[in-house]
């Protein structure tokens, strides 16, 4: 089983619509958790940590599931510009990451 | 600031060819990684530094070696290339305070 699990998308949604990204993770223990954002062959950049209590900035709210351990991203009112692949992103609280393989999203004129 | 930066950006070996991947950082982080990317595949850890001195293999280790120069830099090398191991690698930094990292451009190494 892959410790991290996206839907690959795409998602193609209208400017100014709301979409939201799940992502699941298998290690119960884990414990911490982000988003970045990747452009067409660029390196990935962070988007935001993702907190238990949940966290917002701007447009986009991140939550955290333990239970289920799963991990949420929402994009409010989105812009051109958001067109790009997020990833979800998963530490154990050592030096292993687990990526997870990203969403695609295209937010169209 | 550069933040991380990578040479070269493209490479293109044969295979059985070698090749050492630079990457460097200038925001005092003590730990250091490298991952490759390959498509419909996450970012998998090939090995990091978690301070000056130490290095340790993560996910896809064989057919690569470290070496922990400095604080500074962290290089990737290839003894004999294959294949299999076209793909685009990054390297990434971060503090030891938070679990943030910080990756560079990217090298993109073709094998044939």
């Known amino acids: 089983r892959k410790e991290v699990e996206q839907d690959p998308g795409p998602f193609n949604v209208p400017e100014g619509a709301t979409v939201a990204f799940n992502c699941t993770y298998s290690n119960s223990a884990s414990q911490s958790f982000f988003w970045y954002r990747q452009d067409c062959r660029k390196e990935p950049k962070l988007l935001m940590s993702?907190?238990?209590s949940g966290n917002e900035d701007g447009r986009f709210t991140a939550q955290l599931n333990r239970a289920s351990q799963y991990i949420s991203l929402l994009i409010r009112d989105s812009k051109l510009s958001d067109s790009a692949t997020y990833l979800c992103?998963?530490?154990?609280?050592?030096?292993?990451?687990?990526f997870g393989t990203g969403t695609s999203l295209t937010v169209i004129p | 600031n550069a933040g991380v930066t990578q040479t070269p950006k493209f490479q293109v070996l044969k295979t059985g060819q070698s090749m050492t991947l630079q990457c460097a950082q200038d925001?005092?982080?003590?730990?250091m990684y490298w991952y490759r990317q390959d498509p419909g595949m996450g970012l998998r850890l090939i090995y990091y530094s978690a301070s000056e001195g130490t290095t340790d293999k993560g996910e896809v280790p064989n057919g690569y070696n470290v070496s922990r120069l400095n604080k500074r830099e962290f290089s990737l090398r290839l003894e004999s290339a294959a294949p299999s191991q076209t793909s685009v690698y990054f390297c990434?930094?971060?503090?030891?305070?938070?679990?943030?990292?910080?990756f560079g451009p990217g090298t993109r190494l073709t094998v044939t």
């Open positions: 993702v907190y238990s």
């Open positions: 990434a930094s971060r503090t030891g305070h938070t679990y943030e990292q910080y």
């Open positions: 925001m005092n982080h003590n730990s």
């Open positions: 992103v998963v530490n154990n609280a050592g030096n292993q990451f687990y």
